[in-house]
Structure formats: C-alpha cells, structure tokens
C-alpha cells in the first residue's frame, strides 16, 4: 500500500492566497458588477524594462540558429556571464560574494523551500512571526517543528534574537514580507552574531532589497562582518525587475560556510546544495538568464529604478492615507508593503470583508502570515497610481 507523507495532512488545507481567490471568486458571483481593487497579493503590475526585453529577444533569436543554439547548460548552476553580472551588483553595496558562489534559480521561491533538503531533522527551526508562509510551510512539509520568535509593536515588527533559545536554522526576511519593516546593520549584526553563537545557519531573503532606502539598511547579509560564515543568501528579479513571470532569482552559499557532520568531519553546505541541484535541477532557460542579465547593465538599473519608484509613489500615497486616518503601520519605506493595524479592534479576515463588502478594496489579513498577524492587514504598492489612489479615496470614504 502506497504511503503518503502525513505531514501535509496535518497542515492548514489551503495556501493563504488560494483562500483568497476563493473568497474573491464567491464575491465575484454575487456582485458581478462591483471593480474590485486588488492591493493583496506581492504581484507587480509594471512591464519589462525595454532592455530586458531586447535581451530575451535577442537570445530567442540566438535559440532558432545551429551556430548560437544552446542545449542543457553545463554547470546548471547559472551562467558566468549573469554569476560575474550579479557579483558586480553585490560588490556596488559592498556586500563580499563572489560569482562562483552564486546559483541562477527560476525564482526565490523553490529554493526558499528546497533549501530544507541539505538539513536533517533533528534542527531547531527558527521564524520570525508574522512571515513569508513558505518558511514555515516547507519544514512542516519535511515533518519538522517550527520554534517561533514574535515580531510585534513592540519591536517594530522586526524581531531580534532571544539568547535563552537555541536555533540551528534561521530564516530572516528584510525588508520584510509582510510587515514592511528592515532591519538595520547593528541588527543584523546581533543575528549574526546570535548565529555564530548557535554554530547555526541563518536562510536570509532579501527578495525585497531594491526598495531599500535609508543608507543604514543594508542591502545584503554579506554587507554583515562574519555572514559569510553563518549565512545563506536568497533573492529573486520577481520584484526587483518584474520577473514574476519570467521567473528567475539566485542563491547565495559562501564557500566559508562550513558546518560538521555527526561524525565532526567539516562540510561545505555549497557542495551540499550542488550535489541536490545537481540531481533535482537542471538550470534557468538561456533567454530568462540573458533578460536577467540586462538588469544589471547600467541601462537595465535605470529602467527597473524607474518601475521601483512607481511603486514607491503608491507606498507613500498609503503611508499618506493611513497618517490622516490615525493607521498606525510598519513598512512602506523601505518595501513595498505596508502592515496596518486593523481599525476598531476588527480582526484580519473580518477587516477583510468589511473592505471587501462595503468599499471593494482587499488586502491580506495578518492571520495568514502567522499569530502575531492577528489584527493586522497587508496592504501592497504594487497596483498602479490610478487604482492605489482611488482605494486610498475609497477607503478614506468609510472611515
Ligand atoms: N521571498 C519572499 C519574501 C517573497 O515575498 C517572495 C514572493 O512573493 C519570494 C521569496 C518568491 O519570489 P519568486 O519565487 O517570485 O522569486
């Protein structure tokens, strides 16, 4: 008899944006007259950047001729001319990572979860509370248990590590999805700091570093004295260039990230993931890696920058709204979310019906990213200046 991994039966049924659509779709039916405005789901609305187009057609192009055709590529773990692209970006905000360190992946995401394959079982997991569901989700996958430490009003939402827990792996998310908040560099130095204590791994995402702009939030863990020794870097063109669809990111792993085995030999976790990728991957399309390459060309940065600030503007029109009605929030600074306060003590999901009953307008309730979520609401800049605006008129309307 086939045997399944019991795991997923004892987790939440749906991923929270399936939810979601579930939701939408039942209002739909009921009210196939009203616009909604979505300001809900991390999904960017800009196109392309005219270079990144260029490039990927330029590639396609070199696809259909025998002499410029390419097959499988030969490492699968990127090609030199994005690794070397990439290592030039992190050596711009002086963050210390070198190009064979670098994997290409098709986005953040899998590798946010794959990660969990190159550990074994018996580790503490760490999350900060909210998070970005797939931390959590992926190691209940693997049947491990989840610790958690509560980021809160307290702390702006950004939580700092607690010395009477132990952890062994650490996933740490700045700017952070969903509360908008970043942490800054004495921050990260605690966590480093925490983790070489620990002897433990931190998994740290910054899918989110475009948006960042104080000068004292840095842009990478590796900008972080002693990260190269505890930390493994995640980050994605999802949101920085619009690569939702088009799909590619990268995986950082020093070569100095050394941890012992159970018999005290010493392992590099980089030969450990490419041993998995080797077996479970077989790379990102040419064209995707030639697009991705072109955002980090002078041209390619100036055309993305502009996208950036678009959603910018929208995240200030938020932050606008939210100070005149007396919000409080987190975020929208340095990130493109914005973490409210639910007005008049309502819950996540019930502020989520009453915007989406009476003015139309949704957003993501905090229980979905975890306990200290509750009462909370993820707001997005991703729309355009047309709808945030008219969600912010909206929203002013009912309050
Ligand atoms: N990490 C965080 C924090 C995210 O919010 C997302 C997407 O929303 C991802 C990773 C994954 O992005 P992608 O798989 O599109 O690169």
């Given at each position: 008899?086939?045997?399944?991994?019991?795991?997923?039966?004892?987790?939440?049924?749906?991923?929270?944006?399936?939810?979601?659509?579930?939701?939408?779709?039942?209002?739909?039916?009921?009210?196939?007259?009203?616009?909604?405005?979505?300001?809900?789901?991390?999904?960017?609305?800009?196109?392309?950047?005219?270079v990144?187009?260029?490039?990927?057609?330029?590639?396609?192009?070199?696809?259909?001729?025998?002499?410029?055709?390419?097959?499988?590529?030969?490492?699968?773990?990127?090609?030199?001319?994005?690794?070397?692209a990439?290592?030039e970006?992190?050596?711009s905000?002086?963050?210390?990572?070198?190009?064979?360190?670098?994997?290409?992946?098709?986005?953040?995401?899998?590798?946010?979860?794959?990660?969990?394959?190159?550990?074994?079982?018996?580790?503490?997991?760490?999350?900060?509370?909210?998070?970005?569901?797939?931390?959590?989700?992926?190691?209940?996958?693997?049947?491990?248990?989840?610790?958690?430490?509560?980021?809160?009003?307290?702390?702006?939402?950004?939580?700092?590590?607690?010395?009477?827990?132990?952890?062994?792996?650490?996933?740490?998310?700045?700017?952070?999805?969903?509360?908008?908040?970043?942490?800054?560099?004495?921050?990260?130095?605690?966590?480093?700091?925490?983790?070489?204590?620990?002897?433990?791994?931190?998994?740290?995402?910054?899918?989110?570093?475009?948006?960042?702009?104080?000068?004292?939030?840095?842009?990478?863990?590796?900008?972080?004295?002693?990260?190269?020794?505890?930390?493994?870097?995640?980050?994605?063109?999802?949101?920085?260039?619009?690569?939702?669809?088009?799909?590619?990111?990268?995986?950082?792993?020093?070569?100095?990230?050394?941890?012992?085995?159970?018999?005290?030999?010493?392992?590099?976790?980089?030969?450990?993931?490419?041993?998995?990728?080797?077996?479970?991957?077989?790379?990102?399309?040419?064209?995707?890696?030639?697009?991705?390459?072109a955002v980090f060309t002078p041209t390619g940065q100036a055309q993305i920058k502009?996208?950036?600030?678009?959603?910018?503007?929208?995240?200030?029109?938020?932050?606008?709204?939210?100070?005149?009605?007396?919000?409080?929030?987190?975020?929208?600074?340095?990130?493109?979310?914005?973490?409210?306060?639910?007005?008049?003590?309502?819950?996540?999901?019930?502020?989520?019906?009453?915007?989406?009953?009476?003015?139309?307008?949704?957003?993501?309730?905090?229980?979905?990213?975890?306990?200290?979520?509750?009462?909370?609401?993820?707001?997005?800049?991703?729309?355009?200046?047309?709808?945030?605006?008219?969600?912010?008129?909206?929203?002013?309307?009912?309050?």
């Amino acid at each position: 008899m086939v045997r399944i991994n019991e795991s997923f039966l004892s987790m939440k049924k749906n991923y929270l944006f399936i939810d979601i659509a579930k939701r939408l779709a039942a209002y739909r039916q009921t009210h196939p007259d009203k616009e909604l405005i979505r300001m809900g789901i991390g999904d960017v609305t800009r196109p392309l950047a005219p270079v990144v187009v260029e490039a990927m057609k330029k590639a396609a192009d070199e696809m259909g001729r025998a002499e410029t055709f390419r097959g499988y590529e030969d490492s699968g773990t990127g090609y030199d001319f994005l690794k070397n692209a990439i290592a030039e970006y992190y050596r711009s905000f002086g963050a210390d990572v070198k190009a064979d360190e670098i994997r290409i992946n098709d986005g953040a995401k899998a590798d946010c979860g794959n990660i969990t394959d190159i550990f074994g079982n018996g580790n503490t997991v760490l999350v900060t509370d909210p998070a970005y569901p797939v931390y959590v989700d992926t190691n209940l996958m693997c049947g491990r248990e989840v610790t958690y430490i509560d980021s809160n009003e307290g702390n702006g939402f950004a939580a700092m590590p607690d010395k009477s827990i132990h952890a062994d792996i650490i996933y740490l998310c700045s700017p952070n999805n969903p509360t908008g908040s970043a942490y800054t560099r004495e921050q990260l130095e605690e966590w480093v700091a925490y983790a070489i204590e620990n002897e433990a791994v931190i998994i740290y995402d910054s899918a989110y570093e475009a948006f960042i702009s104080d000068e004292d939030i840095p842009r990478s863990i590796f900008c972080i004295k002693g990260a190269r020794k505890c930390a493994i870097e995640m980050c994605s063109l999802s949101k920085t260039a619009g690569f939702t669809g088009t799909r590619c990111g990268y995986t950082v792993i020093p070569d100095e990230l050394i941890v012992r085995a159970s018999d005290g030999s010493e392992v590099c976790l980089a030969d450990l993931w490419a041993r998995r990728q080797g077996s479970k991957f077989n790379g990102v399309s040419y064209p995707v890696q030639r697009a991705a390459e072109a955002v980090f060309t002078p041209t390619g940065q100036a055309q993305i920058k502009e996208n950036i600030e678009y959603y910018k503007e929208n995240a200030r029109i938020i932050a606008d709204t939210l100070d005149s009605l007396g919000i409080s929030y987190t975020g929208g600074k340095n990130s493109p979310y914005i973490w409210m306060k639910c007005p008049k003590g309502m819950g996540g999901w019930e502020y989520f019906d009453y915007l989406l009953n009476n003015i139309q307008v949704v957003g993501t309730p905090g229980e979905g990213f975890g306990r200290n979520g509750a009462g909370y609401f993820r707001l997005t800049a991703f729309s355009t200046h047309e709808k945030t605006a008219e969600a912010m008129r909206r929203l002013r309307s009912i309050s």
